[in-house]
């Protein structure tokens, strides 16, 4: 069964998947453009937190849309077509092989120093340019996507936007809207970036972030890769400075990756060790990586 699986990861890579991450920009270019849809993804962002209630798809892909254009108006996509559509690719396979593979998934690489990766309602999940580089397979890549993915399909972000800290941090996004209005997309800095960060990021609590590491891990296998390429990731992560200004963010919403490491031995342990032999090193991971 896993050598079919196998065999189903590398004829999917294999196809030659649309550049979804190249329409993201036009999420940018559309708020540029319409200030009406700036106000009414303000609106649908500020009903969920005062209504506090169940919010269907299509109001999750207002939300998602509209925080991803604050954050790519902040940090545009890398100038790279090759690697949005490398990252496209993984992501599109690992998505297909979720809970939720009928979404409208897109992925892309942002371009900041930071080491960090951001999911929003709906689909548009986005690694830094800092947070790639880090990476050392295709493995790794997908671990971190598949990460992302089940925030998505867990709804993780919503319950954020809906919890107290959430709606704390709610107003650091919202500002961003009126920059759009006042044409400064390309001005909002690392301070934008915070924002995002904190509304997706702060009304989570640690065990949102420990069912997304077992879920991806598990996505992971599903999709033909060795899913403990994660814990090599957070490995990794766990040998950068606390105090490196390019994972400070990230340490500060995240459990640490001890925390998060020992949660995966507790949990997981050897339970997926018979998918461990799955897809690590791709050669298109080494040739696109610069």
Known sequence: MFQANRLLCALALAIALPA???DLGKIVDKLNENPDLVNAVGGVIQNTVDA???IGPKEEATIGDGLAANLLGAAPLVNDAGLQRYVNQVGQWLASRSDAPSLNWRFGVIDSPNVNSFATPGGVILLTRGLYLELRNEGELAGVLAHEINHVVLHHQIRAIQSGKGREALGSALQGFTSYKQGNARQLGANAISGMSE???????????YEADVRGMVLAARAGYNPYSLVSVLQTLGEINPSDSTVKLMFSTHPTPGERLNKIDQVVGDKLERYADGVEDTKRFYRLRK
């Open 199 to 209: 509304v997706f990021v702060r009304g989570l609590d640690k065990d949102d972030e």
């Open 20 to 22: 979804q991450a190249l």
């Open 52 to 54: 506090n209630r169940t």
